[in-house]
């Protein structure tokens, strides 16, 4: 994957027609964006999770998972990246669906380029305002400073490598510090309840966070018995 640290936005595009995913890549290229192309529903997703965009334009027909069910997985991990759907369909329908699921815009195909870049310049400068007034934007408890917009952690100043389901179970212990998460919220907060309960994800991911974190003895993540985790300020 592409290093995107030196660009001004990152885009992820989830479209399956071949011509019509070059003809959007390469329009926004030349705007001096990086973009990440998935050509099916699961690929969409995985990207998204390995490295998350500024911005997704996101086809409703795709293989694999349709447009739909991408939108509900991007949503689990950031609310708040802005999603242009893109359809050929014009039903009332489709796009009531995909508002109501947390879409930021809709367009029908076949569109006019100008217009998409209006639309992405548009969305992606409130990113920037959103970013440059909102701190809630940067999540810290004790010596843990976590930044959504940078994707960054850092202890006592220290950056820490996080996978992208490590830094969402981090964020979400964060956001609830001090309370008593049990498996099954942290399994809707962060994997979404589709996810199988009896799974024991949360207790490897767990494991990880406190490795990365130094916490081997779990006084900053602490395991209430028979009730789930805690993330405490130290």
Known sequence: MRNWHDVRMRILIAEDEPLIASFIEKGLAAEGHAIEVAVNGPSAIGIFLAAPADLVILDVMLPGCDGFEVLQQIRQVDPLVPVIMLTARGEVDDRVRGLDLGATDYMV?????????????SHLRTVDRAGAAARSDIVEVGDLRLDLLRRE??????????SAREFALLEYLMRHRGQVLSRQQILDGVWGISHDPRSNVIDVYIRYLRTKLRDEDASRIETVRGMGYRLVDR
């Open 153 to 162: 952690v850092l202890l006592d100043d220290e950056p820490v490598a996080l």
């Open 109 to 121: 195909k076949p569109f006019a380029f100008a217009e998409l870049a209006a639309r992405v310049r």
